[in-house]
């Protein structure tokens, strides 16, 4: 009975969204572009897309042991896998002034830093338990018009592009309890973004429906994403670079730089229809029906505004 009431409002379920889309819909030749970060960075950096500057990277247990020393004079850094998931592995670290680091405000000993990459190059966080490289990224700031709305972190954008045509954003707001990080999984929040009107609409924490982010008491309904536009705009423009049909782009938009891709993924979760109380599949069926049988060669002769002007109609005409 619930499962035909979700069937009705057009929420994508997971059998679906693995046959249809992440399967059927992407070529698994293609997804190392987006599984590795580091090639995601590459990806990007070749057409002129705005991602985190790389500060370091190790392959190899010795490169880990350099680490600290590369790193001292940073005023602050993030540690993550390249091939990892779920925000899992990932340290948000400061330097203290003195040539130390920092953790949540707390030092951090050298030899930690170390043996926390070194997990990550043996694979403790990769997708498939392979070996991995730890790569030290520069550390975004938020957006002062989102700043207030993620204490201790930094907030990202989730896009969902299919053929094409972004069809569904949420803004997704670090909390004390998801450590600062950006992950739904971590307890971080979920704020479904208006297409059209660059707005959130709704918010969830914990797939239960939140009107104030927890740590603040600010709300988080009805708040305006800066420079949204660019947002769907680099979302886009990076999926074109990986020749998939059904992603999800991370982007920050950062305090200085304005948005930056942070990554892609091949198989984005389903939450993002709680966070926008709407379901995917009458969005992606609109986008086939006005695409047809067409291949991605359109996409060369179709601008990206012109794309993203398009994802917002069909967005606005399934909200009704």
Not at 18 to 44: E, I
Not at 282 to 305: E, S, Y
Request: charged share 25%; hydrophobic share 40%.
């Amino acid at each position: 009975m619930m499962w035909g009431a979700l069937q009705r409002k057009g929420v994508l379920g997971i059998n679906r969204r693995n046959a249809r889309y992440t399967l059927f819909s992407n070529d698994r030749s293609r997804y190392p572009l987006v599984d590795d970060k580091l090639a995601t960075k590459r990806l990007c950096s070749e057409a002129n897309i705005p991602v985190p500057r790389l500060l370091a990277r190790a392959g190899l247990h010795r490169e880990a042991r350099l680490l600290p020393e590369r790193l001292r004079r940073e005023a602050s850094f993030v540690l993550k896998p390249a091939r990892g998931a779920m925000g899992n592995g990932i340290l948000v670290i400061h330097g203290d002034g003195k040539g130390g680091f920092l953790r949540a405000g707390r030092p951090i000993p050298e030899e930690d830093l170390v043996y926390h990459a070194a997990g990550i190059i043996s694979g403790l966080y990769s997708l498939a338990g392979h070996q991995d490289a730890a790569l030290v990224e520069e550390r975004l700031e938020a957006h002062l018009e989102l700043a207030s709305l993620a204490p201790g972190g930094v907030p990202d954008v989730r896009v969902i592009v299919y053929r094409g045509l972004p069809v569904m954003a949420m803004i997704r707001l670090p909390t004390l309890r998801s450590g600062g990080r950006a992950n739904l999984h971590q307890g971080a929040i979920g704020a479904g973004i208006d297409l059209a009107r660059s707005r959130t609409s709704h918010a969830v924490l914990r797939h239960r429906p939140v009107s104030v982010h927890p740590d603040t008491g600010e709300s988080v309904v009805g708040v305006g994403i800066p420079e949204f536009e660019r947002v769907l705009e680099i979302a886009v423009h990076a999926t074109d670079r990986t020749g998939l049909s059904y992603v999800g782009a991370d982007v920050v938009v950062d305090a200085v730089r304005g948005p930056v891709i942070l990554e892609l993924n091949a198989r984005p979760g389903l939450v993002i229809q709680l966070a926008t109380r709407a379901g995917l599949r009458p969005r992606l069926d609109a986008v086939d029906r006005l695409l047809g049988r067409h291949d991605c060669d359109w996409q060369q002769a179709l601008p990206v505004q012109e794309r993203v002007v398009l994802g917002q109609q069909i967005a606005a005409e399934q909200a009704g």
